[in-house]
């Protein structure tokens, strides 16, 4: 009974990971470090692993149906699905950021800050955001393209970010009392965020 329950589990698990790498090869996945090409090839990998797993507890003439589809082929590591909308999707965040009133501030405001209160409010981390994408589409880094897919994460970083500058107190009075360390403001945290939108 359990030798025909894991044959079942291996028979799913091998429909699963083909399907799922025709959604990815299609559509692309979600990795904000990785490219679509390396998770494609990582399933590859496991689609070979559940067709072993069939032939170590079945006979050949009992394999399912889904065995005998063919191994997608290995693709460039470098592969990006929808290649051309995440790049006028970034273009679009882009304009986005730099048309954003808060944004634009923050720009403006930089210059006149104490170089403490910009490390401690984190300034340039939320600034960089859109150089970073402006890097990155001129560099053609689909990866970092793909992660401003939601433009309104990192607008809610630079509202957050004007907020707190706005709500400094002159240098002479100055008494700081932040409770949030440039981490808040990491890319990847708020990457993570967008993943699980």
């Known amino acids: 009974m359990a030798k025909k329950k894991h044959q079942e ?17 299609e559509y692309g996945g979600q990795d904000p470090s990785w ?18 797993k069939i032939e170590e507890t079945m006979k050949p003439e009992a394999y399912p149906e889904i065995y005998h ?14 290649s ?15 048309s954003d009133e808060n944004y634009q501030y923050l720009s403006k405001r930089i210059g006149g800050l104490d170089p403490k209160q910009v490390k401690q409010l984190c300034v340039r981390n939320v600034l960089g955001y859109a ?28 509202a957050s970010c004007a907020e707190k500058v706005r ?22 945290d708020v990457d993570d965020e967008e993943w699980e939108m």
Not at 35 to 52: A, C, E, M, Q, T
């Open 9 to 25: 589990d291996y028979e799913q698990q091998l429909r699963d990971s083909f399907d799922h790498w025709q959604h990815l090869y």
């Open 131 to 158: 150089e970073g994408l402006e890097i990155a589409i001129k560099e053609n880094d689909l990866v970092t393209m793909r992660r401003h897919r939601n433009p309104d994460t990192y607008l809610s970083s630079f």
């Open 167 to 188: 709500n400094l107190k002159p240098p002479e009075n100055e008494q700081l009392n932040l409770f949030y360390s440039c981490d808040d403001y990491d890319e990847q």
């Open 84 to 98: 051309d909308e995440i790049r006028e999707t970034a273009k679009a965040s882009l304009a986005l950021y730099l």
């Open 35 to 52: 490219p679509d090409g390396i998770n494609l090839n990582l399933v590859r990998n496991h689609i070979f692993y559940y067709k072993s």
């Open 69 to 82: 589809r063919a191994v997608p082929p290995e693709v460039s590591n470098d592969y990006m699905a929808r």
